[in-house]
């Protein structure tokens, strides 16, 4: 028989799984698996506390499912802050699909991942994210009725995300530089899919000369002949001389190697944990006399949109609450000038409050 002598050495103790969970108190984790389709997908639950975890579905080809569940687990938290920090009563969550969103989709696919939402009986409301469509998430409703983003509905959030990522943007530069005009700023765009695009032509349209790179060149050509974008390599943007790195890909591009080399005076882009490492990078821009846009507040305008659809608003709601982020974005940045201390902690500090306060709400007489 098989004789525990020390708990600590068992696999219960050592799970990596549930360290990672317990690490940030995230609620629940389900992973989702089926051979006939080729489904493999993760869906990480944060937090519920200020109402049904909702976030989106990303759909990536993953080195490994360590990597996936890093990610999901980032983003899931980070969707609990943004909602709260927002002012929605919106819990947070996040899936990921494993697999090449180029190859691998199908109707059956997404129906059998709809299943799988739906088995959590609204806890998680999901929608469109990184390699997801708006006709992904038909095929999703098709299963269950914890979708939103759909066409006809509040449709795709890229134009809101992109929107209120602008306006931070701006706050920035009130807070860097005296006016918030970005008129002549040299700004360089990390990725132009749907939001990054959208982004592009807001800079464009106020005069900012903008710079872009990105990994599919058939988006990267199309945006920069529709918007006389200047094309650069995907490790030479680190590189420019430039005022604002707005990245809008994937997260971690503020790292060791990165923050040593950037020039510019403000970091505020859409992409989500931008920070390798929160506690060291953020501090260390902060050091450089840099300001940096914290992501879950500077891309709220996606979720804001979704908030809308659930509560059946108005798009002109959604975009009149996204120009809020100027000024929380402001405040943020104001707080942290005063008190020395990195934008990022502020940003979750605001967040983190809101939980805890509206946590006692709910307590049971």
């Not at 909702?54 to 943004?82: C, F, P």
């Not at 982004?199 to 872009?212: N, R, S």
């Not at 009149?320 to 929380?328: G, H, N, Q, V």
Request: with cysteine.
């Amino acid at each position: 028989m098989f004789e525990v002598k020390n708990i600590e050495d068992t696999d219960l103790v050592k799970n990596p799984v549930i360290a990672q969970m317990s690490k940030h108190n995230h609620e629940q984790l389900l992973f989702c698996n089926d051979s006939e389709t080729g489904l493999k997908a993760i869906i990480a639950v944060h937090s519920t506390v200020l109402g049904p975890a909702l976030g989106g579905t990303r759909m990536w080809a993953y080195n490994n499912e360590m990597e996936a569940l890093n990610d999901v687990l980032r983003l899931s938290r980070g969707m609990t802050y943004k909602n709260s920090i927002s002012g929605l009563n919106l819990g947070g969550g996040k899936a990921v699909i494993i697999g090449d969103s180029r190859s691998m989709k199908s109707e059956a696919l997404f129906r059998r991942f709809g299943k799988f939402v739906n088995s959590l009986a609204g806890k998680y409301i999901t929608a469109e994210d990184v390699g997801i469509s708006p006709t992904d998430m038909t095929w999703v409703n098709m299963e269950t009725d914890h979708v939103v983003g759909l066409p006809g509905k509040s449709g795709d959030p890229s134009p809101v995300t992109a929107h209120g990522t602008y306006m931070g943007m701006k706050a920035c530069a009130k807070a860097q530089f005296g006016s918030d005009s970005l008129s002549g700023k040299k700004v360089a765009v990390q990725g132009v899919g749907h939001v990054g695009g959208y982004l592009v032509d807001f800079l464009t349209k106020e005069g900012a000369e903008v710079f872009i790179s990105d990994i599919h060149d058939p988006t990267l050509k199309s945006i920069s002949e529709k918007f006389g974008a200047k094309v650069v390599g995907l490790d030479e943007i680190y590189d420019l001389d430039m005022d604002i790195y707005a990245p809008c890909a994937l997260g971690a591009t503020i790292n060791d190697d990165t923050i040593s080399r950037l020039k510019c005076s403000i970091i505020a882009g859409a992409a989500n944990n931008q920070l390798k490492l929160e506690d060291v990078h953020g501090k260390a821009v902060m050091d450089k006399g840099m300001i940096y846009a914290p992501d879950f507040t500077l891309n709220a305008g996606g979720v804001i949109n979704c908030y809308a659809e659930v509560k059946g608003l108005s798009p002109e709601w959604a975009m009149s609450k996204a120009d809020e982020i100027y000024t929380t974005i402001l405040n943020i940045v104001n707080r942290s000038h005063s008190e020395g201390t990195p934008t990022y902690q502020i940003a979750n500090k605001m967040a983190e409050e809101r939980i805890e306060s509206i946590g006692k709400v709910k307590l049971p007489l």
